[in-house]
């Protein structure tokens, strides 16, 4: 029986090049799988240049050189984890809010689920290409050996080679130009200059996040490890108002 070979796409620059190079060496690969956190039910919780991206360029980009997308997505939303409530403990009834830095629950309910779910339906030996760079050691020790496998490594391709493929390609993601790491709009984990670009340019996504920091009675008032998100709202509003006086 031949194995059958998935990938796993994030549409970073990474995963789409390990794609890539499967296409150009002819490995064997039976389909691309994607897993899409939502916000809410209509908005995703892709940074939006790259969820266009995604659908507008990759995605079809792809499936022309053949590949077969898997989209995945949970019934669960970034939303309806933020608002559902404690049911157990000295915090019963309070609202959940953000999640933690570390400990994220988007991550394992809207990602990891989803996948591990799909992964039960593979058959036994599928083998997973998976996106680790040449230049990435300690994560490539971790791979499960001969299920996980990296061509990345396979090819001696650092990051940096892979971030060229790809734009070579026509396929490197916009978000590459503000940011070096992928992942939902809302990370606690995201830099101060990913959420600037939020602020900056998507002001109805910075709003909802201020309309959940309104809401009381929640778990923690903290979005990241040690500020509220109207910390980071009127850090961004000083700024505004400093480059103002500037140019005045
Ligand atoms: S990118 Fe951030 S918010 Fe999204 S699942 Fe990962 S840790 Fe959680």
């Known amino acids: 029986?031949?194995?059958?070979?998935?990938?796993?796409?994030?549409?970073?620059?990474?995963?789409?090049?390990?794609?890539?190079?499967?296409?150009?060496?002819?490995?064997?690969?039976?389909?691309?799988?994607?897993?899409?956190?939502?916000?809410?039910?209509?908005?995703?919780?892709?940074?939006?240049?790259?969820?266009?991206?995604?659908?507008g360029t990759a995605i079809p980009a792809l499936e022309q050189m053949g590949v077969k997308i898997i989209v995945l997505r949970s019934e669960k939303t970034y939303v309806e984890l933020f608002t559902g409530r404690v049911t157990r403990g000295p915090k019963k009834g309070m609202v959940r809010s953000f999640p933690l830095c570390g400990k994220c629950a988007v991550q394992?309910?809207?990602?990891?689920?989803?996948?591990?779910?799909?992964?039960?339906?593979?058959?036994?030996?599928?083998?997973?290409?998976?996106?680790?760079?040449?230049?990435?050691?300690?994560?490539?020790?971790?791979?499960?050996?001969?299920?996980?496998?990296?061509?990345?490594?396979?090819y001696n391709f650092t990051e940096k080679d892979a971030r060229e493929?790809?734009?070579?390609?026509?396929?490197?993601?916009?978000?590459?130009?503000?940011?070096?790491?992928?992942?939902c709009w809302f990370c606690p984990n995201a830099k101060l200059s990913e959420l600037r670009h939020l602020y900056d340019h998507h002001p109805d996504l910075w709003a909802r996040m201020m309309e959940l920091q309104a809401i009381p009675g929640k778990t923690t008032e903290k979005f990241n490890r040690t500020q509220k998100f109207s910390d980071i709202d009127a850090i961004f509003r000083q700024e505004d108002e400093d480059t103002a006086q500037a140019a005045a």
């Open 165 to 183: 493929f790809c734009r070579k390609a026509g396929l490197l993601s916009p978000v590459y130009a503000f940011t070096d790491r992928g992942g």
């Open 108 to 154: 394992r309910d809207c990602k990891i689920r989803p996948i591990q779910r799909y992964q039960k339906g593979l058959p036994p030996g599928t083998v997973q290409y998976i996106g680790i760079a040449h230049d990435e050691t300690e994560r490539l020790l971790r791979l499960e050996g001969g299920r996980q496998v990296s061509l990345l490594a396979k």
């Open 1 to 55: 029986m031949t194995e059958k070979h998935i990938a796993s796409v994030s549409f970073g620059k990474d995963s789409l090049a390990t794609i890539l190079l499967a296409k150009e060496h002819g490995e064997p690969l039976d389909e691309a799988v994607y897993c899409e956190v939502m916000f809410d039910k209509d908005i995703s919780g892709e940074v939006p240049e790259h969820r266009d991206f995604i659908y």
